[in-house]
């Protein structure tokens, strides 16, 4: 079951790096278009640089939980790798669960930024207009999807901890050094 649920959040999480390219390059193509039109003199098309930065908030939000399945996190191994096998396992666990700790506060902290935006019907100071609740909205949720995978990441190692599935605990939170490779 355990590791049902971890393949069914790496997949979940694939998903949503393919939307995050996809809005990536759509992204890319519109700023393109919208230079190529001011150099042909035909005008602009207006908000690139706003859509821009809305894209690029959701996508670290989102992006940071794939980052997290896939281990492509940073972590400094030099201490790690002199450690026996069960040092190693408490080291991962820890730092997980540490992760996990801060993922969870900054999702908490960051509901009173959306909330007040929602009671004050606030909108973006720019040509656009924007009702702010949205790329807000987004981000908060990228934060909320975050936390939720780091928590089922904790979840499941300390199972494999529990279970004694020491290589299924590297599988899903140890580190891919150079070494190890």
Known sequence: MIDTLYGA???AN?????????????TVLFILTDVILRKMGQGSLGGSDEISGYVMA???SWGLSFALIERAHVRIDVLRLKLQPMGRMVMDVFAMIVT???ILLIAFRSWPVLEKTLERGSRANTPLETPLWIPQGIWFSGWLWFAFTATALSLIALSH????????????IGIGSEVEL
């Open 100 to 102: 996990n700790a801060v």
């Open 161 to 172: 901890v529990i279970s004694g599935r020491q290589q299924a605990l590297d599988a899903t």
């Open 9 to 11: 959040l790496r997949r």
């Open 58 to 60: 959701a996508v670290a």
């Open 14 to 26: 694939r998903i949503v790096a393919l939307v995050l390219g996809l809005a990536l390059v759509l």
